[in-house]
T-cell receptor, first 114, second 112 residues
């Protein structure tokens, strides 16, 4: 158990809908990262937050957004969902902003868009 | 840019066989290197890491050595078990940032 929690574990929704994925980092960790694992793209970095502020962006679609709250949990919002958004979404956390800190991953949220 | 290349799977072995999963990387500088494992139906778990050249990461009988001269970080285990069946991902940081980039993953199936 990494100490990173994600909810829900599974999510089934329809095209055009909006969903919110939630992540709680390990106790004391200030950085949160979101990754997407899909069959065609593999594992890709989406976005990083540190202590409430966005720090780095990867291949995140404009339909997707994220935020980190004062209690350090983070939410990833996916809107206008398409079939291709079906994937496993991982959250990871690390203590701070030190270069190349080890990241610990949550169990993931499996999203199925029908 | 930085990249990670892993041997394609699936790799199928008998219990107690020797395992090697090849991983090579391209990078500017000397990034930390990682192996993550994903068991069926589960999330990613950190298996081992190495932070500099010639470092050897080890955990649960798995080992990998950071080879700067061959830009490799091959994963090895002397005697695999059925419970090692999983997908293994080699990864590194993308230079200058804390975002991880991953290889395509190698599926390992161990049968009794």
């Amino acid at each position: 158990d990494s100490g990173v929690t994600q909810t829900p574990k599974h999510l089934i929704t329809a095209t055009g809908q909006r969903v919110t994925l939630r992540c709680s980092p390990r106790s004391g960790d200030l950085s949160v990262y979101w990754y997407q694992q899909s069959l065609d793209q593999g594992l890709q970095f989406l976005i990083q937050y540190y202590n409430g502020e966005e720090r780095a962006k990867g291949n995140i679609l404009e339909r997707f957004s994220a935020q980190q709250f004062p209690d350090l949990h983070s939410e990833l919002n996916l809107s206008s969902l398409e079939l291709g958004d079906s994937a496993l979404y991982f959250c990871a956390s690390s203590p701070g902003l030190a270069v190349q800190e080890t990241q610990y991953f949550g169990p993931g949220t499996r999203l199925l868009v029908l | 840019g930085n990249s990670v290349t892993q041997m394609e799977g699936p790799v199928t072995l008998s219990e107690e066989a020797f395992l090697t999963i090849n991983c090579t990387y391209t990078a500017t500088g000397y990034p930390s290197l990682f192996w993550y494992v994903q068991y069926p139906g589960e999330g990613l778990q950190l298996l081992l890491k190495a932070t500099k050249a010639d470092d050897k990461g080890s955990n649960k009988g798995f080992e990998a050595t950071y080879r700067k001269e061959t830009t490799s970080f091959h994963l090895e285990k002397g005697s695999v078990q059925v419970s090692d069946s999983a997908v293994y991902f080699c990864s590194q940081f993308s230079g200058g940032y804390n975002k991880l980039i991953f290889g395509a993953g190698t599926r390992l199936a161990v049968h009794p």
